[in-house]
Nanobody
Framework: VQLQASGGGLVQVGGSLSLSCAVSGLIKSVGSLGWYRQAPVNQRELVAVISPGGLTNIADSVKARFSISRDNAKNTVYLQMNNLRPEDTDVYYC?????????????????WGQGTLVTVSS
């Protein structure tokens, strides 16, 4: 199973970025998909997560500015980030939970993608 994240980059304060993360492999099903972020000296924190049915949980700090969506047919999750602030500068990681593969167990496993850097300049 591989998670390929893309869309990070440099943006000015108030700008927008869209991240995407595609889950690939011999997949039977994917549970919740989420985005987390982590600065070098901080713990990884939840930004947003979305269930297979579309229920979302978004961190209060970004709820008014970020949105999360997913395309189940493509096993892809998106994070739309608007009105970006310098404090949003971080490495963003996608996570796929309870991924069931054709060769794995029925409980599934969690996987992380490689981080993508978002830098907001003032």
């Amino acid at each position: 199973v591989q998670l390929q994240a893309s869309g990070g980059g440099l943006v000015q304060v108030g700008g927008s970025l869209s991240l995407s993360c595609a889950v690939s492999g011999l997949i039977k099903s994917v549970g919740s998909l989420g985005w987390y972020r982590q600065a070098p000296v901080n713990q990884r924190e939840l930004v947003a997560v979305i269930s297979p049915g579309g229920l979302t949980n978004i961190a209060d700090s970004v709820k008014a500015r970020f949105s999360i969506s997913r395309d189940n047919a493509k096993n892809t999750v998106y994070l739309q980030m608007n009105n970006l602030r310098p404090e949003d500068t971080d490495v963003y990681y996608c996570k796929a939970e309870r991924v069931r593969t054709i060769y794995g167990n029925n409980q599934g496993e969690d996987y992380w993608g490689q981080g993508t850097l978002v830098t907001v300049s003032s």
